[in-house]
């Protein structure tokens, strides 16, 4: 079998999301031929998808050695160092074929994510909304619009742009949970407890919607407090920080159910509902 052959077979598996098969047919395929870019490239994103960031990144700067220009080794590469943290690499890439495209709404996306994670929100709110004039009603970029009001503490601003979202995607159970999530933020968990319901009648192993009806009906108090936190330990065990999160909410069901919802229990609680994470 020629490296043709196996560069063929390993984008194949590729496509199929089928990652090892395709990491082992494309190393097979660079064996044979080095310098065959797309195999290269393919490897780069088999190694991504499967986690192996480290790898990837070595495979993508290989690309980039013979084709600079290269876009979409370049968005790949921005988006694998904010896995890792170096958010002012990524930005610089981004930032690269943003001289070419200035207008495209997925770029500039990416390029506010940078941003933010370098405490950057207004700079990364400008280029939110540039991309929205491109691309209008995409959650993602609505979302993180709300995370830089977050971030400046405008809640007002957060509620705003997701409520805006919600009037362009009536049905979004990711819009529904973020507005439920403010509701809780502010001190209406039966306002956020009733649009949990309605999110976990249609969707019942919701993560984010199970761990916040959790923390409403805590703040609230006058329930099952081991039932309600079992089902969360079911539905959100892969969750991040949920042994913290359960403690929180161990100490505030010590209070009498009058004495809960304007705790200082009940606030740093509250602070512990959940957003679904936007993907890089």
């Known amino acids: 079998m020629n490296a043709m052959s196996f560069s063929e077979m390993g984008l194949s598996a590729l496509k199929r999301r089928q990652f090892d098969a395709a990491i082992n047919m494309l190393r097979q395929a660079l064996g044979e031929d080095a310098d065959n870019l797309e195999a290269r490239f393919g490897l780069a994103r088999a190694l991504h998808e499967k986690g192996s960031i480290t790898e990837a990144l070595g495979e993508y700067r290989t690309v980039l050695q013979s084709d600079e220009g290269h876009e979409d080794c370049l968005h790949h590469i921005a988006r694998a160092l904010l896995q890792k943290g170096d958010a002012r690499g990524a930005l610089n890439h981004v930032d690269i074929i943003l001289r070419n495209k200035p207008t495209d709404p997925h770029f500039l996306t990416l390029r506010a994510q940078a941003l933010l994670e370098l405490d950057?929100?207004?700079?990364?709110?400008?280029?939110?909304?540039?991309?929205?004039?491109?691309?209008?009603?995409?959650?993602?970029?609505?979302?993180?619009?709300?995370?830089?009001?977050?971030?400046n503490e405008d809640r007002e601003g957060e509620r705003r742009a997701i409520e805006q979202l919600l009037r362009i995607d009536p049905r979004s159970m990711t819009a529904a949970n973020d507005l439920a999530v403010i509701d809780l933020r502010d001190g209406h968990p039966m306002t956020a407890f009733e649009t949990y319901e309605k999110i976990l009648a249609q969707i019942p192993e919701h993560p984010e919607a199970t761990l916040n009806r959790a923390i409403a009906l805590t703040v609230m108090g006058g329930m099952d407090h081991q039932a309600i936190w079992d089902r969360v330990t079911e539905v959100c065990s892969d969750m991040d920080g949920l042994d913290e999160i359960r403690a929180l909410a161990d100490a505030l069901a010590k209070l009498p159910d009058d004495k809960r919802k304007a705790s200082p229990e009940a606030e740093a609680l509250t602070a512990r509902a959940a957003l679904a994470k936007i993907a890089y």
């Open 120 to 151: 950057h929100p207004d700079d990364a709110l400008s280029s939110l909304q540039t991309a929205a004039h491109h691309n209008p009603g995409s959650e993602d970029i609505h979302r993180l619009m709300a995370e830089c009001y977050r971030v």
